[in-house]
């Protein structure tokens, strides 16, 4: 039996806030059959707080995982984008080379190492030991950095310094990888931007489980009150930088100008600008926004289907390509209205037909978007056909993830043939 290790800074685990994306795939290649070591952090990114280890140790007795669960001491951070971070991930890049070198409790080695970028030092931790051991490393690219660091601070000069040892890293893992998944074509070709690499590469958006989706949304329905006569437009996830919600309640005060009382704007989620978006909220008066806050993920998706339009919305400068949130928006049956600037997501939104893009950060412009689909409900309706269609053929992750799994035999064998000889 082939043995992987995944390595995420991310995950959720039982009990926490957080992405599913690497739990789902570590059960997903134990049924393929594959022995796997799931990878992380003792520090909870989403909680910004050190895990109960002990609980979970316990949960662990108890059968809750398939795979098994290795941590890396990591001594943590209080904020996204802060200087904290980074010392925190390059000592827990450290730790993980010591954790690599000794023999995992069962003494058996990996075949091959899958591993998330960013963290770039992270990843490159990973990098090393593979190139080191003789295995394939596989790159899982969901998010770039600097680029997106950027967002929040860009200085002349300054940033430049600061940023320069993610570039050099990121450009090292790059160089090292065996293959490359990337949630997105863009993610998926970026290491390739630089440096020519002949190594397979697949795009496998980050998704979602309809199956459980749906079963979410079915059993909060009756939790969740919606008026006969309220249109919610909806937004869901991180409060943040990159993602323009200030335009979103501006839009919601001129539609309340315009007379469309019975539009009501419900922001999900939470995250460093909630606070000020709520001020900006309280300062105007602005009567039609709710503040819904973090809503565990089975009562997020009845809040999505209850919904009438769901708002992709994003900053003009954000470097984000098909992020999270999109599977669920689209598993959803609802129309999107997208202001994300990546071209790869709008041409995605105008050849499937699901919704509608529009220029960001122009509160008119969106007003003007929610009242057009507002006035037309056979227009939302066959949008929200064609969302329902493309997550459940592109989006669904046990069929989706069949691709990684592909792409780690074909790695795995390759490996295996060049023992051989």
Known sequence: ???????????????EKGYTRFGYLADFLVKAGYQV?????????????????????????????????????EPGYKKNVDPARIISHRKAAKNLRKMLEEKPADGKDYDLIYAEIPPNDVALAAAEYARNQGIPFVADVNDLWPEAMRMVLDV?????????????????????????????DEYRDRPFQNQQRQVPKVTVYVGNELKKFDKGASENAESISKLDREFWVS????????????TLILAGEELANR?????????????????????LVRTRQIYNIEFVGYVPYDKMAAYLKKSDILVNSFVKKAPQSIVTKIGDYLAAGKPMINTCMSPEFRAKV????????????????????????????????????????????????????KKIERLIAELTEKDKDMEGK
């Open 37 to 73: 070591d799931l990878i992380t952090t003792t520090f909870q990114h989403w909680e910004k707080a050190q895990r109960n280890l002990e609980a979970i140790a316990e949960d662990i007795k108890k059968g809750t995982y398939s795979f098994g669960l290795r941590f890396i001491e």
């Open 156 to 184: 002349p000069v300054i940033s430049d310094i600061l940023f320069r040892p993610l570039q050099r890293d990121a450009e090292k893992v790059y160089s090292l990888v065996s293959g490359v998944v990337g949630t997105s």
């Open 1 to 15: 039996m082939k043995k992987i290790a995944i390595l995420t800074m991310g995950v959720k685990l039982k009990g």
């Open 350 to 401: 105008e050849t499937e037909g699901f919704g509608v893009n529009i220029m960001p950060e122009d509160a008119e412009i969106l007003a003007d978007a929610i009242e057009d689909l507002y006035e037309n409900e056979e227009k939302r309706q066959e949008m929200g056909l064609k969302a329902r269609k493309v997550a459940r053929e592109q989006f669904d992750r046990p069929q989706s993830y």
């Open 235 to 246: 937004y869901a996830g991180t409060l943040g930088t990159s993602y323009d919600i200030r």
């Open 259 to 279: 007379g469309y009382g019975d539009i009501r704007i419900k922001i999900l989620g939470g995250g460093p600008t909630k606070a000020e978006l709520e001020e």
